[in-house]
């Protein structure tokens, strides 16, 4: 069975950088599959991140691109997310998942972790 | 691309059966996948290509549709069907979800 989760700190200042990671088990990160982020909030609802896959390519939303970095440690089997600059409009539910390919859909999701920017 | 669910939110007794629409704002084929997520969870997959069940989910949920109309079938609605439904198109990026349905007991 494939589980994801995510950790990291729930608590980031605003003009900061948040870090997250997304530890995965029952898959690994060199099986073809695309590793992504998504998350949500009451304001902005359900929204893609990006994606990086075993190759370390990767495909961002233009709407964060130039603030968004995914990578990946295939020794760890895990992916992390960074996104810089943060504003209280980064307060959301981060979810990390697996995006299969040809067609597949996000199959598996982590629980999602509350990420607050506050100072 | 744009996505829009309607209705927005949809009240229903037990073993009614609804349906569920969400248009893409452009052709994205059959790249649709339909999710359920109830509150505090992780939106559980339910179909992916329009209309094909994710592993385990259950016959009652159906998909249809493609291009730029899809639709959600529930039958046989039951206490633990009730949560809020999302579309989310995987065509071309960056991928999008829609505003998402709320679906409560009447």
């Known amino acids: 069975q494939v589980h994801l989760q995510e950790s990291g700190p729930g608590l980031v200042k605003p003009s900061g950088t948040l870090s997250l990671t997304c530890g995965v088990s029952?898959?690994?990160?060199?099986?073809?599959?695309?590793w992504s982020w998504v998350r949500q909030s009451p304001e902005k609802g359900l929204e893609w991140i990006g994606e990086i896959n075993e190759s370390g390519t990767t495909n961002y939303n233009p709407s964060l691109k130039s603030r968004v970095t995914i990578s990946a440690d295939k020794s760890k089997n895990q992916f992390s997310l960074k996104v810089t600059f943060v504003t209280a409009a980064d307060t959301a539910m981060y979810f990390c998942a697996r995006m299969r390919p040809t067609g597949l859909g996000l199959d598996y999701w982590g629980q999602g972790i509350l990420v607050t920017v506050s100072s | 691309i744009q996505m829009t669910q309607s209705p927005s939110s949809l009240s229903a007794s037990v073993g009614d059966r609804v349906t569920i629409t969400c248009r893409a704002s452009q052709d994205i084929d059959n790249y649709l996948a339909w999710f359920q997520q109830k509150p505090g969870k992780a939106p559980r997959p339910l179909i992916y290509a329009a209309s094909i069940l994710q592993s385990g989910v259950p016959s009652k949920f159906s998909g249809s549709g493609s291009g730029t109309e899809f639709s959600l079938t529930i039958s046989s609605l039951q206490p633990e069907d009730f949560a809020t439904y999302y579309c989310q198109q995987y065509n071309d990026y960056p991928y999008s979800f829609g505003q998402g349905t709320k679906l409560e007991i009447k």
């Open positions: 029952g898959d690994s990160m060199s099986s073809g599959n695309w």
